[in-house]
């Protein structure tokens, strides 16, 4: 398969990477084991799995708290994009639209997604709207940007010539300008997938009923530690994934990237 | 490959030419003022001047993206008003779109503007790689390409538009030397086969009197035309051209003319 006919090939196993987690696993456990202060009170790698295996593993509630996180992750993320990218595309290219819409956008972005909570909260008929209302926040003004800046950073010398060789308008948004901020797109994607993770764990510590925030809030509360690592591990392990597939897509529809 | 061009048409004149780009303080830059040459059908014509004395802005203004401040430039007569397939810039740095691959940056004008079904132009622009020394890399993205590929790509893609001017500003900078002299020798005997109208922006003597037939000199900034040489080396040219007696003079001529008008002491 040629290079430009859209092939994804697959990556080679990272092995350093695994290699580097698993040095950070021993790591872990050596510290708590040697009772290195700071550290004791904290359960170690082993005594963490050992729990999850025998409690979790075979908990239908931990795996529902998986799907409650993912969920209001999955919404807030998608309507983000579904937003943000058009909106995006429209500062970039429409200046008066630009001129008119651009400063209400820079005066909500600096605002942290956690204060919206009470607004969020007041507004939303229930605490799952308000979850996934936050989460869309977290994204929604990564993604506006970054395809805003992708917008601003095409070179002009591909118009040109796109003009120059007498396409439409039409054809010159789709085949020129779409490709070009699709990287943008990515790293907004991609930065918007972590931040969307951070803002839905501290919103379902703050107003949710379950989730892995919630999970890990509860291990808390209950001075359950093993929970609280075992809830954090489980949101690394959830943002891990959630990046991978970020990265997956993007590779897929900027294969000339590669 | 002489059916690509029609080697009669593509008379160039720029008249009292002046182009002032404003800036955000108030003021403005003067890039071109009281700019006037001709470019004759069929020749190639090499402008030559120093760093910043608006050979880019020049190109530019005839390729169609900038609008003049003031005086005319006419194509066989027909003011240029806006950008069109019949003046193809190349510009300094490449302009592959990197998300297409070769064949489809080459077919893309034909598609754009409806004058050739997918296939007649996927068909003629892999002809016309073929005889660019690209046969084998059409299908690949233009960042498999080395910078002297590119560049053939680049000629390609304008050629399958039959333009009635080629305009190529600087293309060769940032190529490796040797690159840079083989893409010279490989540009002139393109021209010498297609005779297409051309004017070849450059800031290197040696290369601009090897490709012209008429050289142009430029002021420094605000540019203006300040000297035209014609060049009566014989085609057809080649590395040894610039061997003979007849090239050095023509060499030492030009590096008078540079020497008394300045235009390159800030080089």
């Known amino acids: 398969m040629n290079a430009a006919s859209g092939g ?86 429409r200046d008066r639209f630009r001129e008119l819409v651009f400063p209400v956008i820079e005066l909500l972005r600096p605002i942290p997604p956690l ?62 300008v ?21 803002v839905v764990i501290a919103a379902e510590m703050i107003a949710g009923d379950n989730g892995l925030g919630r999970l890990t809030w509860e291990g808390y509360v209950s001075h359950t530690s093993t929970v609280v690592i075992i809830g954090m591990v489980s949101i690394g392990i959830a943002g891990y994934l959630s990046v991978l597939v970020i990265s997956w897509l993007e590779r897929r529809l900027a294969p000339w990237r590669d | 490959m002489s059916e690509l061009t029609s080697p009669s048409s593509g008379h160039i004149r720029v008249d009292g030419v002046s182009k002032r780009f404003a800036q955000a303080d108030g003021g403005g830059t003067v890039a ?20 910043g004395c608006g050979k880019s802005t020049l190109a530019y203004l005839l390729a169609g993206y900038l609008d003049l401040d003031v005086g005319r430039v006419t194509i066989d007569g ?25 064949v489809e940056n080459v077919m893309f004008g034909p598609l754009a503007r409806g004058v050739m079904s997918r296939q007649d132009a996927r068909r003629e622009a892999l002809e016309l790689l073929a005889q660019f020394g690209l046969g084998g890399f059409g299908e690949r993205y233009p960042k498999h390409l ?49 005779h297409c109208t051309t004017l070849f922006i450059t800031s290197e003597l040696e290369e601009a009197i090897f490709l012209a037939d008429r050289l142009l000199f430029m002021s420094p900034a605000p540019g203006r035309i300040i000297e035209t040489m014609e060049v009566d080396l014989p085609h057809p040219r080649g590395f040894e051209t610039m061997e003979t007696a007849r090239y050095l003079e023509i060499k030492r001529r030009a590096t008078d003319v540079l020497n008394q008008s300045g235009a390159f002491q800030e080089v």
Not at chain 1, 147 to 176: M, Q
Not at chain 2, 32 to 38: G, N, Q
Not at chain 2, 41 to 50: I, N, Y
């Open chain 2, 78 to 102: 027909v003011p240029v008003q806006g950008s069109g397939p019949d003046r193809m810039l190349v510009f300094q740095e490449t302009a592959l779109w990197p998300w297409m691959s070769v």
């Open chain 2, 32 to 51: 071109l003022e009281d700019c006037s040459f001709t470019v004759e059908p069929g020749k190639l014509t090499v402008l030559m001047g120093p760093s």
């Open chain 1, 8 to 93: 994804y090939r697959r990556r080679p196993l990272n092995w350093r990477g695994g290699l580097a987690v698993g040095a950070f696993l021993v790591l872990w456990e050596l510290l708590v084991r040697f009772k290195v202060p700071g550290i004791a009170t904290v359960p170690g790698p082993i005594e963490s799995l050992v729990v999850f295996w025998n409690k979790y593993a075979t908990q239908a509630a931990y795996w529902q708290s998986w799907l409650a996180s993912f969920r209001r992750v999955l919404l807030g993320f998608v309507f983000a994009q579904l937003l943000g990218i058009p909106l995006g595309l429209l500062l970039g290219t």
């Open chain 1, 178 to 198: 779409l490709p070009s901020v699709l990287p943008a797109i990515g790293v907004g994607m991609t930065l918007g997938m972590a931040v969307t993770w951070n």
């Open chain 1, 115 to 176: 204060a919206w909570v009470p607004l969020s909260i007041l507004f939303w008929p229930t605490h799952e709207f308000s979850i996934v209302f936050i989460t869309f926040i977290g994204a929604f003004f990564i993604i506006t940007i970054n395809v805003f800046d992708g917008v601003r950073a095409i070179r002009r010398e591909h118009i040109w010539l796109a003009r120059s060789l007498g396409a439409s308008e039409a054809r010159i948004f789709r085949r020129i």
């Open chain 2, 146 to 194: 080395s910078g002297g590929m590119k560049r053939r790509a680049e000629l390609a893609q304008a050629l399958i538009n039959r333009p009635k001017v080629m305009i190529l500003d600087e293309p060769l900078r940032g190529l490796d030397v040797m690159t840079r002299e083989l893409m010279q020798e490989y540009y002139m005997q393109l021209f010498e086969r297609t």
